[in-house]
C-alpha cells in the first residue's frame, strides 16, 4: 500500500491530515506508528488540537532531502573528489577503451 | 545513530517532549547505492544524459572533462553539458581555450568564470563573447583583482538578450557602459565591488525592464538608488560598510523585500511604500566616531520606515543600537509586524532592544530567535556611550520585569553550537516568564554537544513547561549545514 498520510487525533478529538515523510519527521510519531497505529490514525492522548497543529507546521518545515536529489549530489562528489580509477572502482564502470584510443 | 527518545508526560495538557534525530549520511555505501551489494552493476553510466548533465553541472568544469576518459559512453558527455564553471587562477589561458574549442553543446544554461584580469583582458573578452554567442542563461563573472582598474566589458556583454541572471564580482573593475544597456531578459542582477556611477547605474536599470531581484553589494560611487521605473522590482538587497559607501538614499515604492546591511553613513529610506520584508543589520568599526543623532537618524528613523512590514529580521549589532536607543529613552515607533526574527548570539547587551522591540510590537505572533556566531560591539564601547549620554552601565543591563505582547503564539529558537547552554535556559526563561498566549515553544539545538548543558536544559523546560502550560518541544540535530531561513 502506498498511502503516504496518516492521521494523527488529538486529545480534544481533533484529527490533523499529514504526508507520511513529514509526520516521520517525529520521532515519536515514527515509533508510535511502529507500535500502535489503528489502520493510519495515531492518537495523542495528552495533545491538544490546537499544539499539534503547530507541532505539525514546524515538521513541514524540516522534511528530509528527497532520494533523487541526495544521489545527485553524491555522485557529484565522487566525480569531484576521487581519481578517475577510484571512480571507476566505485560505480563499477568498465573502461572499454582500447589502449590506441585511452588519452 | 539517534538517541532513545525522553518523553516525559505531565498532568493536563501540557508536554514537554525530546527528539534526536540524525539525518541521511552522505556515505554512499550506507545509502546502499554501490559496492558488493549491487553485483558489479553500473548505475552510474546506466543514468540517462539529461541526469548526468545535471550531475556535471554541479562541479567545476576541470572535474567534469575528466570523466570522458571513464569508459566510452562518457566520452562525451562532459562537452554536452550545457554548463562550464572555470577557474582561472588554476587553470592556464591555453587550457581554457582548449576546452572551449572542446565544447559541443549549442546553448549554455550557466557559465561561471573566475579570473584574475592581470595580463589576460583579451582571453577574458572572448571568454566572455563564447558565453553570449551561446544564449547563455546565466552569467557569473568573478573578478576580485583590486589591482585591475581599467578593464571594460565588450559592448557585446550590455546588449545581451538572453541573460536571464547576472552576477558580477569586479573586485574595484568601474563599470560604465559605453553603448545603450539592453538586458531584456534580465530577472535576476547581482553587482559585487562594482564602482558605479550614477548616471551608469541609470543606465543599467533602464535596460532591464524585467528586473525582479536586484543585489548591490559593497558597491561605491553613485549616491542615489531610484528603483521607481523599475515596476518588477520585488528583492532589494544591499551591503555597504565604511570603505564602500554606496548610497545615501533609496527610492524602492514596488519593493516587496528589502535585505539592507548598512553602516553608520545615513541613508534614508524615502520611498518602501510596498515593503512586506525586511531584513536589517547595520557593520561598525567603532563607536567613537558616531554622530550625535545617530541612533535617532539611523537607527530608529530607519525602524519606522518599517513600521508596515510584516515580517521582519533582525541582525546582533542592529539590537545592540536598539538596546542604546532604549537606555538613553529615545522613542520607538510601533510596528505591525507579525513575524519577527532575530539574527544573534544570545547576549546581555541585546536583552533590551529586544524588550523594547517586542514591547512596541503589539501584533507579533511568531517570535524566532536564531543564534548564529555573528560580530558584536564590546560592552566596553556600549558602556563608554552610555557614560557619555551620563548614564549609569550597572543600572542599564540590568534585566528588569516587562511585559510582552500577549498575542505571541509560538516562539521557535535554532541554536547553534556558539550559544552557552546557561544564557539560552534564562533567556527561554525570560520570555516564558512574559508572555501570556503563547501556546508552544520549539528549540532545535544544532550540533549541540555539551552534554550535561543539554540535560539542563531538558529538566528546565519539563519544569517551565509545566509552570507555565507551555507546549515545549526540544529536538537536537547532527545535520552540519543548516539554512539560514528557520522560519
Redesign the interface.
Known amino acids: 500500500m502506498s498511502e503516504k498520510k496518516i492521521v494523527l487525533k488529538s ?1 480534544d478529538g481533533k484529527t490533523i491530515d499529514v504526508a507520511k515523510a513529514v509526520a516521520l ?4 510519531i515514527t ?1 508510535m506508528v511502529e507500535d500502535s497505529c489503528v489502520g493510519n490514525e495515531i492518537p495523542f492522548e ?3 488540537g ?2 499539534l497543529a ?2 505539525i507546521e ?1 515538521c513541514k ?1 524540516h522534511v ?2 528527497d532520494g533523487e536529489t ?11 573528489t576521487r581519481t ?1 580509477d577510484e ?2 572502482t ?8 582500447t589502449p590506441r584510443k ?2 | 545513530m539517534a538517541m532513545a527518545e525522553n518523553y516525559r508526560q505531565q498532568e493536563g495538557a501540557t508536554t514537554a517532549a525530546v527528539e534526536t534525530s540524525s539525518h541521511l549520511s552522505d556515505n554512499p555505501h550506507q545509502n546502499g547505492m554501490i559496492g558488493d551489494s549491487n553485483d558489479g552493476f553500473d548505475f552510474v553510466s546506466s543514468l540517462p544524459d539529461a541526469i548526468l548533465h545535471l550531475i556535471l553541472s554541479s562541479i567545476p568544469t576541470k572535474s567534469a572533462i575528466r570523466t570522458s576518459v571513464l569508459s566510452k559512453r562518457w566520452r562525451h558527455v562532459w562537452c554536452e553539458t550545457p554548463s562550464l564553471s572555470i577557474d582561472s587562477h588554476r587553470v592556464v589561458t591555453r587550457s581554457i581555450n582548449k576546452t572551449l574549442a572542446s565544447f559541443s553543446a549549442p546553448k549554455i544554461t550557466s557559465f561561471h568564470l573566475r579570473t584574475s584580469l592581470v595580463n589576460r583582458i583579451q582571453p577574458v573578452d572572448s571568454w566572455i563573447e563564447f558565453a553570449i554567442s551561446h544564449d547563455a542563461e546565466k552569467l557569473s563573472l568573478e573578478f576580485r583583482d583590486p589591482r585591475v582598474r581599467d578593464y571594460n566589458f565588450p559592448d557585446s556583454f550590455y546588449t545581451n538578450s538572453t541573460v536571464k541572471q547576472l552576477l558580477v564580482d569586479s573586485g574595484s573593475v568601474v563599470m560604465i557602459p559605453r553603448c545603450t544597456v539592453s538586458w531584456t531578459s534580465l530577472k535576476n542582477l547581482s553587482l559585487s565591488y562594482c564602482k558605479l556611477s550614477d548616471e551608469s547605474l541609470l543606465k543599467i536599470l533602464s535596460g532591464c525592464p524585467l528586473l525582479e531581484s536586484l543585489e548591490l553589494l559593497f558597491c561605491d560611487e553613485f549616491r542615489c538608488l531610484d528603483l521607481s521605473q523599475s515596476p518588477c522590482l520585488r528583492r532589494l538587497e544591499m551591503d555597504r560598510s565604511d570603505w564602500f559607501l554606496g548610497p545615501t538614499e533609496i527610492v524602492a515604492p514596488h519593493i516587496h523585500c528589502l535585505r539592507l546591511r548598512h553602516s553608520r553613513l545615513p541613508c534614508r529610506l524615502v520611498d518602501v511604500s510596498s515593503l512586506t520584508e525586511a531584513n536589517l543589520n547595520i557593520y561598525f568599526c567603532d563607536l567613537g566616531t558616531l554622530t550625535p543623532d545617530f541612533l535617532q537618524g539611523n537607527v530608529i528613523k530607519m525602524l519606522a520606515k518599517l513600521q508596515n512590514v510584516e515580517k521582519l529580521t533582525v541582525g546582533a549589532t542592529f539590537l545592540q543600537m536598539l538596546s542604546l536607543a532604549a537606555l538613553c529613552g529615545v522613542r520607538f515607533p510601533t510596528l505591525k509586524v507579525e513575524s519577527l526574527t532575530l539574527e544573534t548570539m544570545i547576549v546581555r547587551s541585546v536583552i533590551p532592544g529586544i524588550t523594547k522591540l517586542l514591547q512596541n510590537s503589539p501584533g507579533l505572533r511568531k517570535l524566532t530567535i536564531h543564534t548564529v556566531k555573528c560580530s558584536i560591539i564590546s560592552e566596553v564601547h556600549l558602556n563608554n556611550y552610555l557614560r557619555s549620554h551620563s548614564l549609569n552601565q550597572r543600572q542599564c543591563w540590568r534585566s528588569k520585569d516587562m511585559l510582552f505582547p500577549g498575542s505571541i503564539e509560538t516562539i521557535s529558537m535554532l541554536v547553534g553550537k556558539y550559544a552557552e547552554s546557561n544564557l539560552v535556559a534564562s533567556f527561554m526563561e525570560l520570555l516564558l516568564r512574559y508572555t501570556t498566549s503563547l501556546e508552544a515553544m520549539v528549540v532545535l539545538l544544532v550540533g549541540y554537544l555539551d552534554a550535561s548543558g543539554f540535560e539542563e536544559l531538558l529538566a528546565m523546560a519539563a519544569t517551565l513547561s509545566h509552570k507555565t502550560n507551555v507546549f515545549i518541544l526540544i529536538k537536537q540535530s547532527h545535520v552540519k549545514n543548516v539554512s539560514n531561513t528557520f522560519s
Open positions: 486529545s519527521q517525529s520521532q515519536t515509533h495528552n495533545v491538544t490546537q499544539v503547530k507541532v514546524y518545515k528530509v532531502v541526495l544521489t545527485c549530489k553524491t555522485v557529484a562528489h565522487v566525480i569531484h578517475i571512480i571507476r566505485f560505480f563499477n564502470v568498465e573502461n572499454d577503451y585511452k588519452q
